[in-house]
C-alpha cells in the first residue's frame, strides 16, 4: 500500500499524539505515533485505519475509535482533533474530514469527546447512551402504528415543515456537548424539541416533552447553558443555537402552565 | 433430495389477497400477548418499527443493535426518497402502477402477491410518518412534496432533503425509544449476534456477544426477527456502513434457513469514484440527482484528460439519453450502471484510472436558477466537494457506479417467515420484494411496510397457531450453541498469523467486483470458486487478531464477520453460476441481446433459488420455488 502511495508523490508525514485507555477505570494516557506518507485524498477515518494497520504488523494493538458509515450521517464517529470536535473544517464531521486539511509535518492531537456523561469506554470511543435516555424522556410523537388520517389531510407551511427539518438534521454526534465548556447537551435536547415543537403534530405533548426531556438531561449530569455559542460551531450539521431559545421558553411556559394547573387544582 | 418450498401465498385475486389473508390470520389475544417474548435483532427501518409496533401491541421484546445507538443503523444513510402509490400528483399513479413498476424493475424475479402488497400497504407508511413527526418536504401550499425516480414515469417520491433515510429512522427510532421507556421493549446496544439458536426445530434465540465485556449472552424467546440489513460488504468497497454484515444471516442459515438468490446484487450507478488504494468505503449520490443532471462521457477517448468544459456539446455522448430515449438519465440503476462499464470499458471513462462517467448540472442550473437546486441537492453537492475537492455547480460531478444493495437474502414465506418456523426475515435482510434489481425509493418502502404493517400480523398468527414449550438458556441447544461460539472465537485469537483481518477482506473483495461483480462469466466464477477457499484457509492459519475475548476488541469484531463473508461469497458465486441467463443486477456476458442487454430465460430461470446448507465441506443443496405470474405479462423489459 505504501508503495502506492509513494507512486502519487504526495504523502505527507505526520505526527499523531493519541488518547490511549484501555478500559473504562484504566488511566489513560497520550502515545505518539509516526505516520508517515498519508495521502491528501484519505478521509481522516482512513488515515487512522492505516496507522492501524501498521500497529497490527507490529504486533500492537490498534487505536479504537467509533465509525459506521462514513459519510456523515450516523453520527458514529466523534473525535477531538487538534482541540475541535470533528477537527477543523466547519459543518463536517470527523469521517468527512480529508487529510488536505493538514500539511506535511503537522502534529495532530486526538482526543475522545471529554464530558461527565459521556464516560470513555477504550481510547476515543465513549458511552452516549444518555443521549438515547434524552428522547426516551420525550423525545418523540406519540402515534402508535396504525391507520392515521391521510398524510396531506394536514397541510403544514413550508416554513414550518423547513425549521422541524433544519433541527431534525441532528445526527446525535455528542460533538456540542464536547465543544460546550460546560458539557451541556442543550444543543442536542433543543435540536428535539425544536423538530418536533415546530409541527401541528407536536402540539399535544409539547410541555410534557419539554419538561421531562431537560430534566433528564440535568439527571445525566450534562452542564447548564451559558449561552457560549461553541455547540453551534461545532455542529456538523448546522444547528443553530436558536433552538436552545426555543427550548427555553418552551420550558418556562411548560413549567407556568405546570405551576397554573396545580393552583388551580388546589383551588378547587 | 430437494426441499418443497411452500410460499403459503394466499387464494384469490391478487387485489384481495392481503385484506383476505388479514381476516383468515388467528389473533393473539390483547391481554395474552404479554406473555410472548420477541427477540428483534437489527435496529433500522425494518428492525426499529417491528420491535416499536409489536411492543405497542404488548408483546415483550428485546432487540439487539451492534452500534451504540440503535438511531445509527445503515437505513439513517439512505438519501434520495420513499415511494408511495398516493397518486397526488395526479399523474396516473396507483397500487397497481407501483406494483407492476416494482415487478418489471425487478426483471421479473420477484413474487407477484408480496410486491402487491407491498404496493398497497405504502400509502399506510406516509401516513404513519407524517404522524410521527417525519418532516418530509413540502410545497407552499403545505402539502407533501414529490420527486421523480429512476424506474417509474409518475412522481411517487416522499423525500426530507437528501436525508430522507435519517429522518424515517429517527421517526421510528423514537417510536422504539417511546417503547423502551414504557418499558415494552428492553435495548441491548453495543451487542453482537453470533449465533441462532434452534430447538425442536423452531427458533428460539439467540447467542450474542456483549461488545464491552466480551461476555457472551443467551436470549430466549417464543419468536426470532432477524433485520440485520444486507451483504453488499462481500465486496469490501460498498455503499454500505463498515459494520453491515452477514454473520446473523449467515449464521441463520448455517442453521437450516435457505439463503434465496444471493448473487442478486445491486450496482447502484451514481457513487464518487475510488481514489486510492486507502479508500475504505464508497460514498453514494443519490439517484435523485438524475432527475437534473445529465451523464456524459466524451466522444473521443483523446479528450478524456481534457477540463470538461473544454469539451464542446457536439463532442458529448449523453449515453443514457441516446440509448434510452422515453427513461433518459432516469433509467434504472442495472441499467445506467453497466451502460457506465460499457463506456468506461471503452476507454472513455474520466478521472483518476479512467473509471468514472460525467454527471453534469449545468443545463438545470441554468433552466432553475443554482438556488432550486441548493434547495433540491444542497447537502450532497456539498459532500461531493469535501470528498473531491471539486465544485459541482461550476464542474460535472464524476460518478460511477459501486455496490449498494443486496437483493437476495434469507428466503421467506408470505408471512415474512423462513425455512426455519419461527424464524422472521425483514427488510434488506430477506430476499423477497425485489427481484433481480430493486428500484430506487423502494428500500425504505419495503423496511417501513415490513416492520409497521406485515409483521405485527404475520407473527401474531404464527404465535396463535404454534404449539410453544417453554424453553429456558439452560437448554442443552443453547449450551451447545455458546460453547461453538465460544471455540470459534478462541480460534479466531489464537492463529497469531501475519496477515490483518483488513488485508484478506480487501483481498475477498477484489475476487468477488472482478468475478461477481456488474458483469460475471462462467469462466469467472469458476476461478473465483477456486480462489475463495484457498483464501479462507489461508486466513484461518494466517490471520492476525490482536487483543484478547474480554473487552472492547474491534479487531475481533471484524475477524468474525469476515470469516463469515469469506464462506457466504462461495455461495453467491456458486448462485450466480447457475443461473444461466442475465436478468436485473445479474449479468452474465454469456447471454445478452445483439445490443447488449440482459437476456432472461424465462422458460429455464424463472424461479428463486433457494440454497439449503448440507453441512460443513459439503454442496449446499439448491431448491427451487417456481415463480408464477398471473397478473403481469412477462416482457423483455424495456426502457428505450
Given amino acids: 500500500m505504501s508503495a502506492s502511495l509513494h507512486a502519487t508523490g504526495k504523502g505527507m508525514n505526520l505526527t499523531l ?26 478521509s481522516f477515518l482512513e488515515m487512522l485505519d492505516v496507522v492501524n494497520e501498521r500497529l497490527i504488523a507490529q504486533g500492537e494493538e490498534p487505536i479504537a475509535f467509533d465509525h459506521d458509515c ?27 474530514l480529508h487529510m488536505r486539511s493538514f500539511k506535511d509535518g503537522d502534529d495532530i492531537w486526538i482526543e475522545p469527546w471529554r464530558a461527565k456523561a459521556f464516560p470513555v469506554i477504550k481510547d476515543l470511543v465513549v458511552d452516549r447512551g444518555a443521549f438515547d435516555r434524552i428522547i426516551q424522556a420525550g423525545g418523540y410523537i406519540s402515534a402508535p402504528t396504525g391507520t392515521p388520517q391521510d398524510a396531506n389531510a394536514l397541510p403544514i407551511p413550508k416554513a414550518d415543515a423547513d425549521l422541524a427539518m433544519d433541527n431534525a438534521a441532528c445526527i446525535g454526534c455528542g460533538a456540542c456537548v464536547a465543544a460546550c465548556p460546560n458539557a451541556s ?3 442536542f435536547t433543543a435540536a428535539k424539541i425544536t423538530h418536533l415543537g415546530s409541527l401541528p403534530q407536536g402540539q399535544p405533548e409539547r410541555d410534557r416533552r419539554a419538561l421531562a426531556m431537560v430534566a433528564q438531561m440535568d439527571e445525566e449530569g450534562f452542564g447548564g447553558c451559558t449561552l457560549h455559542g461553541e455547540c453551534q460551531e461545532a455542529c456538523p450539521k448546522g444547528i443553530s443555537i436558536d433552538a436552545i431559545m426555543q427550548m427555553n421558553r418552551d420550558f418556562v411556559r411548560a413549567s407556568a402552565t405546570a405551576v397554573q394547573a396545580k393552583e388551580w387544582s388546589g383551588a378547587a | ?8 401465498i394466499p387464494a384469490g385475486p391478487l387485489a384481495e389477497k392481503w385484506d383476505t389473508h388479514r381476516f383468515e390470520m388467528k389473533l393473539v389475544n390483547p391481554a395474552n400477548k404479554r406473555k410472548f417474548s420477541v427477540i428483534v435483532v437489527g435496529s433500522g427501518l425494518a428492525g426499529a418499527s417491528a420491535a416499536a409496533s409489536l411492543s405497542e401491541l404488548g408483546y415483550q421484546v428485546s432487540c439487539f443493535c451492534f452500534q451504540d445507538s440503535p438511531r445509527r443503523a445503515h437505513s439513517i444513510a439512505a438519501q434520495g426518497g420513499i415511494n408511495a402509490a398516493k397518486n397526488y400528483r395526479n399523474d396516473g399513479d396507483s397500487v397497481q402502477r407501483l406494483f407492476y413498476d416494482t415487478i418489471k424493475g425487478g426483471d421479473f424475479r420477484a413474487r407477484e402477491a408480496n410486491v402487491y402488497r407491498l404496493a398497497q400497504v405504502s400509502v399506510d407508511i406516509i401516513d404513519q410518518c407524517v404522524a410521527q413527526g417525519v418532516p418530509f418536504a413540502r410545497e407552499y401550499g403545505g402539502l407533501l412534496a414529490n420527486r421523480s425516480f429512476g424506474g417509474a414515469q409518475v412522481s411517487r417520491t416522499f423525500y426530507a432533503r437528501g436525508q430522507t433515510g435519517q429522518q424515517l429512522l429517527l421517526g421510528a427510532y423514537q417510536a422504539l425509544e417511546k417503547e423502551i421507556a414504557r418499558g415494552g421493549v428492553t435495548m441491548y446496544s453495543r451487542h453482537e449476534m453470533l449465533e441462532l439458536v434452534v430447538v425442536d426445530g423452531k427458533a428460539r434465540g439467540i447467542i450474542v456477544r456483549d461488545m464491552l465485556t466480551g461476555e457472551l449472552e443467551s436470549h430466549a424467546a417464543d419468536a426470532v426477527i432477524l433485520a440485520t440489513g444486507g451483504y453488499g460488504n462481500v465486496f469490501y468497497l460498498s455503499t454500505n456502513a463498515k459494520g453491515c454484515n452477514v454473520t446473523a444471516t449467515w449464521r441463520a442459515h448455517k442453521k ?8 442478486f446484487t445491486q450496482i447502484h450507478p451514481t457513487c464518487i469514484p475510488v481514489s486510492g488504494d486507502h479508500q475504505s468505503k464508497l460514498t453514494l449520490m443519490s439517484e435523485s440527482l438524475r432527475n437534473d443532471g445529465r451523464v456524459w462521457v466524451p466522444k473521443k477517448r483523446e479528450d478524456c484528460g481534457k477540463d470538461p ?10 449515453y443514457l439519453e441516446r440509448k434510452y430515449p422515453s427513461f433518459g438519465n432516469l433509467s434504472p440503476r442495472d441499467i445506467a450502471s453497466r451502460a457506465a462499464k460499457e463506456a468506461c470499458d471503452d476507454g472513455r471513462g474520466v478521472g483518476p484510472g479512467g473509471r468514472g462517467v460525467y454527471l453534469d448540472f449545468a443545463d438545470a442550473i441554468q433552466r432553475l436558477g443554482r438556488k432550486a437546486i441548493e434547495e433540491r441537492y444542497g447537502n450532497l453537492f456539498e459532500m461531493y466537494q469535501r470528498i473531491t475537492d471539486e465544485d459541482p455547480y461550476t464542474r460535472p460531478m464524476r460518478i460511477y457506479p459501486a455496490v449498494h444493495y443486496t437483493m437476495g437474502g434469507l428466503w421467506v414465506d408470505y408471512n415474512l417467515m423462513s425455512t426455519i418456523p419461527g424464524l422472521h426475515v425483514l427488510g434488506e435482510a430477506n430476499f423477497s420484494d425485489h427481484g433481480a434489481n430493486r428500484l430506487g425509493a423502494s428500500a425504505l418502502m419495503q423496511g ?11 407473527l401474531g398468527d404464527y404465535l396463535a397457531t404454534t404449539k410453544l414449550e417453554k424453553v429456558t438458556t439452560d437448554h442443552p441447544e443453547f449450551v451447545a450453541a455458546k460453547a461453538a461460539v465460544e471455540e470459534r472465537t478462541k480460534k479466531l485469537l489464537s492463529v497469531n498469523g501475519t496477515r490483518t483481518v483488513d488485508s484478506f477482506h480487501r483481498e475477498l473483495g477484489k475476487i468477488m467486483w472482478d468475478k461477481c461483480g456488474m458483469a460475471r462469466d462462467a469462466k469467472g466464477l469458476q476461478e473465483a470458486l477456486q480462489e475463495i477457499p484457498k483464501l479462507r484457509e489461508e486466513f484461518w492459519r494466517n490471520v492476525k ?8 476488541n474491534q479487531s475481533l469484531e471484524k475477524a468474525g464477520r469476515v470469516a463469515d463473508f469469506l464462506e457466504f461469497a462461495e455461495l453467491m458465486c456458486l448462485d450466480a453460476l447457475q443461473r444461466e441467463e442475465s436478468c436485473g443486477g445479474h449479468f452474465r456476458t454469456e447471454y445478452q441481446t445483439e445490443d447488449g442487454e440482459a437476456k432472461r430465460d424465462d422458460e429455464r430461470f424463472a424461479y428463486v433459488a433457494a440454497w439449503e446448507y448440507a453441512g460443513e465441506g459439503k454442496p449446499p443443496i439448491l431448491n427451487k420455488e417456481p415463480l408464477t405470474f398471473e397478473n403481469v405479462h412477462l416482457s423483455t423489459r424495456s426502457y428505450k
Fill in chain 2, 448 to 458: 417501513l411496510a415490513d416492520g409497521y404493517f406485515v409483521i405485527p400480523y404475520t
Fill in chain 2, 309 to 318: 468544459s473544454q469539451i464542446p456539446e457536439a463532442d458529448r455522448d449523453y
Fill in chain 1, 185 to 187: 447537551a442543550s444543543l
Fill in chain 1, 17 to 42: 499524539h493519541v488518547w490511549r485507555q484501555a478500559g473504562p477505570g484504566a488511566a489513560g494516557r497520550i502515545v505518539d505515533y509516526a505516520a508517515p506518507d498519508i495521502s491528501p485524498d484519505m
Fill in chain 2, 1 to 8: 433430495m430437494s426441499r418443497k418450498l411452500d410460499a403459503k
Fill in chain 2, 545 to 552: 487478531v490482536l487483543g484478547s475475548a474480554e473487552g472492547l
Fill in chain 2, 256 to 263: 437450516g434457513a435457505a439463503f434465496a438468490n444471493p448473487c
Fill in chain 1, 70 to 96: 462514513r459519510e456523515g450521517i450516523c453520527g458514529s464517529c466523534g473525535l477531538m482533533i487538534n482541540g475541535s470536535a470533528h477537527g477543523p473544517m466547519k459543518l463536517t464531521t470527523a469521517c468527512q
